[in-house]
């Protein structure tokens, strides 16, 4: 059964940092690589991050690369991501999804997310 949870969203100050978590069940883990997208009001929603489940493969928004990391802690059933640099751009609802990618490549497309964490950066 598929479960995702997001929380550590927050209002921060341009230029601060936040980490964001995913609590997942560990089938949603092992059987599906994680990727966090964006969604800002009146925006399409934009793919973030993905890291794979198979080969650890890990792909980043142009947007947001060098300035994030994706990681995942299988222990603690548990993908993160770290912001850091936060820019009022980034302003968004997070959700964290079963998504595609691999070491063939990103598909920017999620089955499955949750409830989202809301991110606002102040300028």
């Known amino acids: 059964q598929v479960q995702l949870a997001e929380s550590g969203g927050g209002s921060v100050p341009s230029g601060a940092s936040l980490k964001l978590s995913c609590a997942a069940s560990k089938y949603t883990l092992d059987y599906y690589p994680i990727g966090w997208f964006r969604q800002a009001p009146g925006k399409e929603r934009e793919g973030v991050s993905c890291?794979?489940?198979?080969?650890?493969?890990?792909y980043y928004a142009d947007a947001v690369k060098g300035r994030f990391t994706i990681s995942r802690d299988n222990a603690e059933n548990t993908v993160y991501l770290q912001m850091n640099s936060l820019k009022p751009e980034d302003t968004a609802v997070y959700y964290c999804a079963t998504a595609y990618c691999s070491n063939s490549g990103w598909n920017d497309r999620y089955d499955y997310w949750g409830q989202g964490t809301q991110v606002t950066v102040s300028s």
């Open positions: 890291i794979s489940n198979v080969d650890g493969s890990i």
